[in-house]
Nanobody, 121 residues
Framework: QVQLAESGGGLVQAGGSVRLSCGAS????????MGWFRQAPGKDREFVAA????????TYADSVKGRFTISRVNGKNTVYLQMNSLKPEDTAVYYC??????????????WGQGTQVTVSS
């Protein structure tokens, strides 16, 4: 079955950087669009960033534009989220997700379990 596994979360100070990774198995990774999402306590899950199957196009939420970068290595079945200039409001559980066609959407087909990122002020 499809499995997505996030890693790289943790505690970081405001202004710092973290790189999240998401390894995929059980699917033809190079044919799937990949997205990163987050959910803070008491809030709805929100879109963060997405990248097309070939990596030719990316899109970001306004709140992270210019600070976060999504990338992928299809040969490693892995998608990354480089997060710079982190703010306390970036604190959330971060999820990766895969979908054959959706891009900037919350309705992805497959989801990982999430990794916690906590930004201290």
């Amino acid at each position: 079955q499809v499995q997505l596994a996030e890693s790289g979360g943790g505690l970081v100070q405001a202004g710092g950087s973290v790189r999240l990774s998401c390894g995929a198995s059980g699917l033809v990774f190079s044919t799937y669009n990949m997205g990163w999402f987050r959910q803070a306590p008491g809030k709805d899950r929100e879109f963060v960033a997405a990248i097309t199957w070939r990596g030719s196009s990316t899109t970001y939420a306004d709140s992270v534009k210019g600070r976060f970068t999504i990338s992928r290595v299809n040969g490693k079945n892995t998608v990354y989220l480089q997060m710079n200039s982190l703010k306390p409001e970036d604190t959330a559980v971060y999820y990766c997700a895969a979908d054959l066609s959706r891009f900037k959407s919350l309705e992805y087909d497959y989801w990982g379990q999430g990794t916690q990122v906590t930004v201290s002020s």
